[in-house]
């Protein structure tokens, strides 16, 4: 028996999802970095601040370090006062960036060995640095190691989509989406993205329901 591909599966187990599917097309989910470090520092830098501004801090980041992404002992030794002045960082990111550093330094965090975990274990591990939770931890699951199998839950976008999807008179609760995207496994990362992208199409999708 020829094996399903991902849209075929996801449409299969799911009816609304794959009108999404068919709406949008074949899914393009592309890494943003194939640096874990680099894409864990941009992460922070664009905590609780605008696309725009999150662009400017972290350019200035990378031409003070010569338009590369520095070691982590390199930023270990850049004095607070410059990340701060310099660069725009507030005192709680570089708290953050640094704790990521250290952790990287001392070997307390290596992305050779992170990278062979199963997802939730990896979870587990980033959510210890310093400015990392577990939303953080599952976009770069997803647009950094290219895990498949990635369903974030508490994710505003996905919690519109799925309310809009499933004609809910609420924002579902984790729970709800949780058990939901059971059938999706092991394809969840992959309807997360259709669920993003029908943000945008929502309304031309309504009369196709």
């Known amino acids: 028996m020829e094996k399903l591909s991902p849209l075929q599966y996801l449409s299969q187990k799911d009816c609304k999802l794959s009108i999404i599917i068919k709406s949008i097309g074949e899914y393009a989910i592309k890494k943003t970095h194939n640096n874990p470090f680099e894409s864990l520092i941009q992460s922070i830098i664009s905590q609780q601040i605008s696309g725009k501004a999150a662009n400017a801090i972290f350019n200035r980041f990378k031409v003070y370090y010569n338009n590369t992404i520095p070691s982590p002992q390199q930023i270990i030794s850049t004095p607070n006062e410059t990340f ?14 640094k704790d990521l550093s250290e952790r990287i330094y001392d070997n307390r965090l290596n992305f050779v060995l992170l990278s062979e975990l199963p997802d939730e274990n990896i979870i587990d591990e980033l959510v210890k640095v310093k400015g990392i939770g577990r939303w953080t931890a599952e976009m770069f699951l997803i647009f950094c190691l290219g895990r498949q199998d990635v369903m974030p839950v508490k994710d505003l976008g996905i919690r519109k989509a799925m309310k809009k999807l499933y004609d809910l008179p609420q924002l579902p609760p984790p729970a709800y989406i949780l058990d939901k995207s059971s ?6 990362s992959i309807a997360s993205w259709y669920l993003w992208k029908s943000l945008a199409n929502f309304d031309n999708l309504a009369t196709k329901k």
């Open 84 to 97: 701060r002045t310099q660069i725009g960082l507030s005192l709680q990111k570089i708290t953050y960036i």
């Open 183 to 188: 059938p999706w496994r092991p394809y969840r």
